[in-house]
Nanobody
Framework: VQLQASGGGLVQAGGSLRLSCTAS??????????LGWFRQAPGKEREFVAD???????NYANAVKGRFTISRDNDKKTVYLQMNSLRPEDTAVYYC???????????????????WGQGTLVTVSS
């Protein structure tokens, strides 16, 4: 399956952005995927941001909890990341990822994801 991320850009601190990640039509049934967002800041390793299970259960990194919201629309084959109260330290390339799982799976580690989007750059100015 191919994932296309979009929605990044330049925003001032305190502002908001919504990232989208859409799967290709040939990607099969979107609802069977566990979905995640990750980010990589300059000079740093890629890190977990948020994920959402097939049952719509969500998890967040402590750094974004209360500010970011992950959601999914299976009919549109899209996962979203609503980012509010952005901070300069949120500046990074954001990647979406997908992994087909059985329904009961509640967590997927970064190295288990088979499908990745190309990344979208978010820059937060102070």
């Amino acid at each position: 399956v191919q994932l296309q991320a979009s929605g990044g850009g330049l925003v001032q601190a305190g502002g908001s952005l919504r990232l989208s990640c859409t799967a290709s039509a040939s990607g099969g049934t979107f609802s069977r995927f566990f979905l995640g967002w990750f980010r990589q800041a300059p000079g740093k390793e890629r890190e977990f941001v948020a994920d959402i299970s097939r049952s719509f259960r969500t998890n967040y990194a402590n750094a974004v909890k209360g500010r970011f919201t992950i959601s999914r629309d299976n009919d549109k084959k899209t996962v979203y990341l609503q980012m509010n109260s952005l901070r300069p330290e949120d500046t990074a390339v954001y990647y979406c990822a997908a992994e087909p799982v059985i329904y009961s799976i509640s967590t997927v580690s970064q190295d288990q994801y088979d499908y990745w989007g190309q990344g979208t750059l978010v820059t937060v100015s102070s």
